[in-house]
């Protein structure tokens, strides 16, 4: 994957981030260039959401207890 640098106007960055979602979502993780994520704020964090939501974390009930139970109505 080559990657590839437009200028864009403002209006089109909203699409840009859903591509770029897309992409990430579709190629992981390890398609982003290292230069484009050194450096990244809580990438700990982000990467570990990331894996719990793509279904990697094959334990629902530790998933369950992490992000549900937090937000428990009782």
């Known amino acids: ?9 403002a ?4 699409l840009a981030k859903q591509t770029g979602a897309i992409l990430g979502a579709l190629l992981g993780a390890d398609a982003i260039p290292p230069a484009w994520t050194d450096g990244l ?3 700990p964090v982000i990467c570990e959401l990331a894996e719990d939501l793509s279904g990697l974390c094959a334990d629902e009930d530790r998933r369950k207890r992490k992000y549900l139970a937090a937000h ?3």
Request: no cysteine.
């Open 41 to 43: 704020e809580l990438a």
């Open 11 to 14: 209006s089109w960055l909203p």
């Open 72 to 74: 428990r109505v009782d």
């Open 1 to 9: 994957l080559s990657s590839i640098s437009l200028p864009l106007p």
